[in-house]
């Protein structure tokens, strides 16, 4: 049964920083991405950032050159480096990942952050 747990979400005032990790268990195949997605009161979920199983990484234009993806194979681990926050940032922030060989996508329970004034 594959789990994502994630952790690290909270409170921070506009201009500081969180770190949130994820890490999945009960994976037997290779993960291809490994990302975050969030979603703001009343707002679909939005895509945050993607890492590759290479090494690429890919940010929504909202969060380029703020936050900061990377992410560990061999611990099937993932974290997100935010930077400069901003209170549109605030969302719940979910961690995502796909399997391509079991065409399945997994994804975390999410994790609040909150970017006051």
């Known amino acids: 049964q594959v789990q994502l747990v994630e952790s690290g979400g909270g409170w921070v005032q506009a201009g500081g920083s969180l770190r949130l990790s994820c890490a999945a268990s009960?994976?037997?195949?290779?993960?291809?991405?490994m990302g975050w997605y969030r979603q703001a009161p009343g707002k679909p979920r939005e895509w945050v950032a993607t890492a590759g199983r290479g090494g690429t990484t890919n940010y929504a234009d909202s969060v380029k050159g703020r936050f900061i993806i990377s992410r560990d194979n061999a611990k099937n681990t993932i974290s997100l480096q935010m930077n400069s926050l901003k209170p549109e940032d605030t969302a719940d922030y979910y961690c995502?990942?796909?399997?391509?060989?079991?065409?399945?996508?997994?994804w975390g329970q999410g994790t609040q952050v909150t970017v006051s004034e």
């Open positions: 995502h990942i796909r399997i391509a060989a079991w065409a399945s996508d997994y």
């Open positions: 009960g994976v037997t195949a290779i993960i291809n991405d």
